[in-house]
């Protein structure tokens, strides 16, 4: 019950200022761009050819600077405003805070992607589409965004300026895109889904990462680890 | 109801509380008063499960703060210091939504918001945005959020910071009236309303406390008896120097024509009845001598001033 009033005020509140729109704007601009402007071989126009690769292949960096300019409201601001010291005097279990807060800006990122299901649709009006293709680049993004939101609001925990949860956050994301270990590279795992491979080891990771940052967030709530008066 | 034991909390290497141990009295608005910086948000924030205490625990009904339940915490109203809101929330967006968070169903906050409006004056604002409220308004909306379950206790952190002198009168009134059926802890440094709205008065400083007790033992605190306040009808020219002729009188202030206050030891009787035979020596009639009120403001001055045990 509470997670869900914390999930609909997050909402309300990314979509009664500009950022919310800016947001799903941007974000579907930023998709599209490959698959209809660029230059590359991605331009289905150029190709000639009904692929998505290139458009599922931006996601990964998209969602780098998206995720982060996101989440970098989400603990900072209460924080900032003072908020949280309102929300904790609740009595509410930490862990509902933090999912009710997940599950909020989670929403925008879907609705975000649902913004971008007309560019598939339009390719598949001017060729034939794989669609098992399509299906399995937008489970793969959802499972990727969840586990790159969870990291950010975790890192938003630890401060209060906007500006340094955004940088922190943008760090962590540029990190774990370029690391060469493919066990960590978000990018890596991305790649199977991106080609319509759907490897459920990709899914776990991307899952377990989520739950972990997820639960790191609940119990940096919980031993109200900054300690010094807001 | 509300027990403090041995509370000690630290920011780095400052200590803020330094083993807090006071009970609140059920029923009774007490007044928490302490110089800035004396622990007394940090004790609150303790007090409500937004901070930890390092030692010691904060019991509720004997139970400690730290294992209460979401049910249990909905006993407790707080109003943080400077009110913290959602600024792109409206006023009816906020309390809805702090009330359907700790449980409320959707009918119950209408019908409770609806309740609240009126004597929080809140009606002509209710689906204004926080952001364009002022600062009165701003407060108004805190303590309504605060009264949203009718808590049976009231944690109140300087309610009337920033406001003019009307809205301070408002808000402290009805705190007043809250305080006839609940518990209320009110942090504020506006000593002259102490002695009409608060029972019981606690005093902290450098996380201590250094006095509990009614507002009237705490004036009784006040070090200054040396002032007397005479009133004569009419004084002779030169008064103030006849009267600094007397050995009992170490100076003499001039308040108006016929009104002085002399400085003095009285609280040695003796010389008090050596100023009287002095005056009616040299034909000086008395309208009024009285010794001048006790003062909280000296006597917090007196209490927060000292070195803590």
Redesign the interface.
């Known amino acids: ?2 997670i869900w ?2 999930a609909r ?1 997050e909402w ?2 990314q979509l ?2 500009l950022l919310g729109y800016l947001f799903c704007a941007l974000f579907v601009g930023a998709t599209a761009y490959p698959v209809f402007f660029s230059q590359s071989y991605g331009n289905v126009f150029l190709s000639g050819v009904a692929d998505l690769r290139a458009f599922f292949g931006a996601f990964p960096f998209t969602f780098s600077v998206f995720i982060p300019a996101l989440a970098m409201r989400s603990w900072a601001e209460e924080r900032r ?13 930490e862990g509902q805070l933090v999912l009710g807060k997940f599950l909020g800006q989670y929403g925008l990122i879907v609705l975000s992607l649902a913004l971008t299901l007309p560019v598939p649709i339009l390719v598949g009006q001017l060729a034939p589409l794989d669609w098992g293709q399509v299906l399995c680049g937008y489970l793969g993004a959802l499972f990727f965004a969840a586990a790159s939101l969870a990291l950010c609001q975790f890192l938003g925990t630890f401060s209060q300026h906007q500006i340094l949860a955004f940088l922190l956050c943008s760090l962590a994301m540029t990190v774990l895109l370029m690391v060469e270990s493919t066990l960590l590279n978000f990018a890596w795992h991305f790649q199977n889904v991106a080609r319509g491979v759907l490897d459920s080891r990709d899914l776990v990771f991307y899952a377990l990462f989520c739950l972990v940052f997820l639960f790191a967030s609940r119990q940096t709530l919980i ?2 680890f900054w ?3 807001w | 109801m509300i027990r403090f034991e041995g509370v000690h909390k630290a920011f780095g290497s400052k200590k803020v509380l330094n083993g807090l141990d006071f009970e609140l009295k059920p029923g009774s608005v007490t007044g928490y008063l302490g110089p800035n910086g004396a622990g007394k948000t940090t004790s609150m924030r303790i007090l409500t499960n937004a901070l930890q205490a390092d030692q010691g625990q904060v019991l509720l009904d004997g139970t400690p703060t730290t294992e209460l339940t979401h049910e249990a915490f909905k006993k407790i109203g707080y109003l943080p210091e400077h009110t913290p809101l959602y600024p792109d929330l409206t006023v009816w967006e906020f309390l809805e939504f702090s009330a359907r968070v700790r449980g409320m169903s959707a009918p119950a906050t209408k019908h409770r918001v609806g309740e609240l409006v009126e004597p929080c004056g809140l009606k002509a604002v209710l689906g204004q945005a926080i952001a364009t409220l002022s600062k009165g308004y701003r407060q108004r909306v805190g303590l309504a959020q605060a009264l949203l379950l009718d808590p049976p206790i009231l944690v109140l952190d300087e309610p009337t910071t920033g406001l003019d002198p009307n809205q301070i009168r408002e808000i402290l009134k009805l705190i007043g009236e809250l305080g006839r059926e609940k518990t209320v802890l009110l942090s504020t440094h506006i000593l002259s309303h102490v002695p009409t709205l608060c029972d019981q008065v606690l005093v902290l400083n450098q996380g201590h406390i250094v006095f509990n007790g009614t507002p009237q033992a705490m004036a009784e605190r006040d070090p200054d008896r040396s002032r007397l306040s005479l009133v004569t009808a009419h004084a002779p020219e030169q008064f103030q120097k006849l009267m600094e002729s007397c050995a009992q009188v170490q100076q003499v202030q001039v308040e108006t024509q016929h009104r002085y206050t002399l400085i003095g030891s009285w609280q040695n009787a003796s010389n008090v009845r050596l100023l009287a035979e002095f005056l009616q020596k040299h034909q000086i009639p008395i309208l009024e001598l009285s010794p001048e009120p006790l003062s909280l403001d000296r006597a917090f001055h007196h209490l927060t001033e000292e070195v803590s045990p």
């Open positions: 019950m509470s009033t914390i005020k309300q509140h009664n200022g405003l003072g908020t949280v010291e309102l929300l904790l005097s609740y009595g509410l279990p031993t109200r300690s010094r008066p």
